[in-house]
């Protein structure tokens, strides 16, 4: 059994941050959600994929409540905000004691067509606790292109993501491509169970200085959850995110709940 502390991580992304995969909202909506994702570390993947488990008594686990708001300007072109906070366990911790404190907020602009593509665009701004987001931290940008649509019983809410980190103190991580495919049954007009597919990978290279290094990381996720629409203005939703193939990356479980206010202005 090894300990898994120094291989890259791809975090999961789609969870945390003020967009999501579903739609912009209608025009003069306001939504308030209240999200909590929890990470557990299983171990990680080497650089051939094999699956390597932590050590006995090694569990870093990592809980982050976010609160998000969502305002829609026209029909179709919604701005979203979503402020996490990120709680490590003694693990999960880069200095070994438990840490929690303010993430970086995270800003978004979000576009749907009528036609179900759509797209948007958000930022990570450099600011939060310093024993969360360090002395100084980066700015990083998001940009997807999006589709939403539903067919009969089976909707769809699928996005491709691309992601950079500027450079802080000589230090860029490398870039990232996201593609998550979610297609959900919906049961009743009420319940709709789905399958969250998530394939992170890294783009180009890690670069320290005059130092470059190629993680060439890359993870699978599946998310089985459920959406639950309680009335016209309350929405539930929850997921168990569970890592399944990687490269140089960590293996996780997890837990995602929602739970999504919305009224009209």
Do not use: C
């Not at 665009?121 to 589709?147: N, R």
């Not at 909707?155 to 950079?164: E, G, P, R, S, W």
């Not at 089985?224 to 399944?244: H, K, M, S």
């Amino acid at each position: 059994m090894k300990k898994i502390a120094s291989l890259a991580v791809l975090a999961a992304t789609s969870s945390v941050f003020a967009w999501d995969e579903y739609g912009a909202l209608s025009a003069k909506k306001l939504e308030v959600d209240v999200m909590v994702n929890y990470t557990a570390g299983t171990g990680g993947y080497d650089e051939d994929g094999k699956k390597l488990d932590n050590e006995d008594g090694f569990s870093p686990a990592t809980t982050v409540p976010v609160l998000g708001v969502k305002y829609g300007i026209i029909d179709g072109l919604d701005v979203e905000l979503a402020v996490p906070f990120t709680m490590y366990n003694e693990d999960a911790s880069p200095t070994g004691e438990a840490l929690s404190g303010l993430d970086r907020t995270n800003l978004g602009l979000k576009y749907t067509h009528a036609t179900g593509f759509g797209g948007f665009v958000a930022v990570d701004l450099p600011f939060g606790s310093e024993d969360i987001v360090t002395p100084d931290p980066a700015t990083s940008i998001y940009a997807a292109i999006q589709y939403t649509k539903t067919f009969g019983k089976v909707a769809l809410n699928d996005f491709v993501l691309y992601k950079t980190t500027l450079e802080v103190n000589d230090y860029k991580p490398a870039d990232l491509l996201e593609i998550y495919i979610k297609p959900q049954y919906n049961v009743t007009d009420k319940i709709g169970p789905y399958l969250g597919v998530d394939y992170q990978m890294s783009l180009g290279k890690t670069k320290m200085g005059e130092l470059e290094m190629d993680p060439k990381s890359s993870l699978l996720t599946l998310k089985p959850g459920i959406n639950y629409i309680a009335t016209d203005a309350i929405g539930l939703e929850a997921n168990v995110p569970v890592t399944v193939m990687g490269k140089s990356a960590g293996a996780s479980i997890g837990a995602y709940l929602g739970f999504y206010y919305t009224i009209g202005l």
